[in-house]
């Protein structure tokens, strides 16, 4: 099973970026997914998940109301829409998925499929 995220980039403070997370190899209805972030010298951090039929999500406090996840099970397509962007939000974006989980874990290490990473850069 593969997970791959795409959609980063350069973007100045207070712009938008969409990212996306394609799963083959099981529909996306299958998993837990969730969105993580590396900084440069940073631990691994959540950003947002969202259950396997999508009607359940879970944000960090430090984009709740700024990044809405979605899913669309007949694409196999998690979304993270990311609004007001911060220098600070800047880092490297992951999409994790396990079919093991019964609800969204912000702990990474409860992921066991990840994509590669796509970067996102926020200039002040």
């Known amino acids: 099973v593969q997970l791959q995220a795409s959609g980063g980039g350069l973007v100045q403070a207070g712009g938008s970026l969409r990212l996306s997370c394609t799963t083959s190899?099981?529909?996306?209805?299958?998993?837990?997914v969730g969105w993580f972030r590396q900084a440069p010298g940073e631990e691994r951090e959540f950003v947002a998940g969202?259950?396997?039929?999508?009607?359940?999500?879970r944000y960090a406090d430090s984009v709740k109301g700024r990044f809405t996840i979605a899913k669309d099970n007949a694409k196999s397509t998690v979304s993270l829409q990311m609004n007001s962007l911060k220098p600070e939000d800047t880092a490297v974006y992951y999409c994790?998925?396990?079919?093991?989980?019964?609800?969204?874990?912000?702990?990474?290490?409860?992921?066991?499929?990840w994509g590669q990473g796509t970067l996102v850069t926020v200039s002040s």
């Open positions: 190899g099981r529909t996306s209805s299958s998993y837990v």
């Open positions: 969202i259950s396997r039929t999508g009607r359940t999500t």
């Open positions: 994790a998925g396990d079919t093991s989980l019964i609800t969204v874990s912000t702990m990474y290490n409860d992921y066991s499929d």
